[in-house]
């Protein structure tokens, strides 16, 4: 096994320890606020995780413009209905319907990046969405009756958000392909994206009609899980991606 795909195997499994911290968060602040909190704090960790590290805090002009758009398409709208599929499906079916981003990733490298998919990979693909319609569909089971589980109707919703949030990562990564074949500094990058998007959803602040409903900033408890979902899912998962990639 190559290197890069132990680095993606990584983000995969950080991802998935991001969306267990993320469901009562979620839940408390609702999809923009939640994204708020987390696009700050991802952002301090990846400053901190750059000092650290010795990292570069530079980047090419010609990469800012698909780092921007990979930020607006990616981070803003993909994880917007990332979380709200997380509300009314629970982390584990809207982590099944995300797993749909590597195979709509590979058919729009295909598509637009002129990439050659081979029989075995064609296959992957089809076993990948294969086995997540089974997930969803054979899924609920007795022993599974969980508050992660519970589903807020109309069902449909939930896997449109799913799919938009899926289909919003694929095209994100793909447009940071370049970027990441350049040896951009993945941190700085990360940094960039979050930063990006954490300014958007900020400036939806005067205009959220929820924002009566939660406080401006979260207890001891969701700071903590705020914490940990922006480490395994913006900041920490977010490179081992971009190392992948």
């Known amino acids: 096994m190559a290197l890069a795909h132990l680095f993606a195997l990584g983000a995969a499994l950080s991802w998935t320890l991001a969306s267990l911290f993320s469901h009562q968060a979620a839940l408390r602040f609702g999809s923009l606020h939640f994204n708020r909190l987390r696009m700050l704090a991802a952002a301090i960790l990846l400053v901190i995780m750059i ?3 010795g990292g ?44 749909a981003n590597a195979p709509i990733a590979a058919i729009l490298g295909w598509l637009f990046l002129d990439e050659i998919l ?63 074949s350049a040896g951009s500094d993945p941190m700085f990058v ?12 900020w400036l939806t602040w005067p205009f959220d009609r929820r924002k009566s409903e939660h406080p401006l900033m979260p207890d001891i408890k969701l700071s903590f899980l705020i914490l940990a979902n922006g480490f395994f899912g913006l900041s920490f998962g977010v490179f081992l991606l971009l190392k992948a990639l």
């Open 51 to 53: 000092a650290l590290t």
């Open 56 to 99: 570069n805090f530079a980047l090419p002009s010609s990469f800012w413009l698909p780092v921007f758009l990979s930020s607006i398409v990616g981070v803003v709208l993909g994880d917007y209905f990332l979380f709200v599929a997380m509300r009314r499906l629970g982390p584990r079916r809207t982590a099944i319907l995300f797993a």
């Open 118 to 180: 081979s029989g075995l990979q064609i296959l992957a693909i089809l076993i990948g969405f294969a086995g997540i319609c089974c997930a969803i569909i054979y899924g609920k089971r007795r022993d599974l009756l969980h508050i992660w589980e519970a589903i807020t109707p109309p069902l449909w919703i939930g896997i449109a958000a799913g799919c938009l949030a899926a289909s919003g990562q694929a095209v994100g990564v793909l447009l940071l392909r370049p970027v990441m």
């Open 190 to 201: 990360g940094l960039i994206r979050v930063s990006i998007a954490g300014l958007v959803f």
